[in-house]
């Protein structure tokens, strides 16, 4: 197959089975016919239904290019559908991330959380899909610049000289709807200095600088700015190309050795470590939590989706898992106080606002 593939990973909480936790059976099942049906008319190449803790990604490869109004409609309605079936079944949050009535052309804004990508596959094509439960999208500002930044964690930067002169970050400010382009390795502490504050600043796609090949992409989607109230926390989805140039599989996994803070734990007002953890322990529970992080390996071959292998689930990744919960312990036991529970400026979408116009009266000069 010839010309560019577009990956496409769009993902939607449609309901929680139990609470928070998971997704029952007969959404994955409804999300799996509907893109199976899709693919058998060649609206699709390939595709996969996945899901980590109460989030349903529906994996997507086809050739129609980004923003693509057939394949976006394709989740939207797949979305619906199985939010009719979580209704049905009384799920917990049934359609919470559906946040328009009528599909407008592209799911960006409604709600929906979207990662695209396309690109001329070559000779191998090595793709890694992190998708994240109970976190924000500025959780991936961490290991991103890890990955692309720094030699200390990817030798590449040093000995390969496809990647020796580094990359370039798209970092997207989700309040003032600005971007900026910044390289690295020289503009490194002018990078940091925007991406180190993960709930305005947000890595939206990384690209090599030697020719501008798109190396990674990252959903950006804020629910809170889209609805103007609190209605879940934005669990968001992230594409890495590996090898080849571009950073070895083993060196984009390395940053999740370490369980880095994140936002969005419990009512999404919390700050809690981001745990590596097998598909089948993506199961937040406890305060539901703490958050998880899944990656999917694919091989893409003409499109097709060779996989997914599931790449953490491998003993190197138990310290970290180790480490999530001695923080979780520490963090849970300062309750309602700071610095579990966000800051004030990050509980603008929480009861905060009601409470202090509730009470404006009784504030009065010391």
Known sequence: MSGKIT??????????????????????????????????????????VSRCGDDLELIMT???????????????????????????????????????ETFTGTVKGMGPGVAEMEFEERKSEPVII???????????NLPLYKIFADPFNTSGLVIDPAMHEGFKF???????????????????????MFIGAMRRFIIRNVYRKK???????????????????????????????????LPAVGEVLEPFAFSHMVEGWMRGSHHGPLMPVPFYEANPSRFDGPPRVIAAGFQLCGGKLIGPRDLFDDPAFDLARKQANEISNYLRSHGPFEPHR????????????????KLSSRFVPE
């Not at 058998?40 to 595709?47: A, G, P, R, S, T």
């Not at 400010?173 to 971007?179: I, L, M, N, P, S």
């Not at 382009?181 to 990078?191: C, F, G, K, M, S």
């Not at 004030?344 to 009861?351: G, H, N, R």
Request: glycine content about 8%.
């Open 7 to 48: 990956l496409s990973v769009i993902k939607a909480d449609v309901g929680g089975y139990v609470g928070h936790s998971c997704i029952h059976p007969d959404l994955l099942k409804t999300a799996e016919e509907r893109l199976s049906n899709a693919s058998e008319k060649e609206v699709l190449i390939d595709y996969h």
């Open 62 to 100: 086809h050739k129609h290019g980004m923003d693509n109004e057939k394949v976006h409609k394709l989740a939207w309605d797949t979305f619906v559908a199985c939010t009719e079936i979580a209704k049905e079944l009384k799920l917990y949050g049934a359609g919470q991330d559906l946040l328009q």
């Open 130 to 140: 992190f998708m994240a439960d109970k976190t924000s999208p500025g959780a991936w």
């Open 170 to 192: 798209e970092i997207v400010d989700v309040y003032e709807r600005k971007k900026i382009l910044l390289a690295a390795p020289e503009e490194i502490y002018d990078l940091l």
């Open 211 to 245: 020719d501008g090949e798109l190396a990674a992409t990252a959903s950006t989607q804020k629910l809170s700015l889209i609805a103007g109230r609190y209605v879940g926390k934005d669990d968001p989805v992230l594409l890495v190309r590996c090898q080849s140039g």
């Open 342 to 357: 966000l800051g004030l400026d990050d509980m603008e979408y929480t009861t905060m606002p009601h409470l202090m116009e």
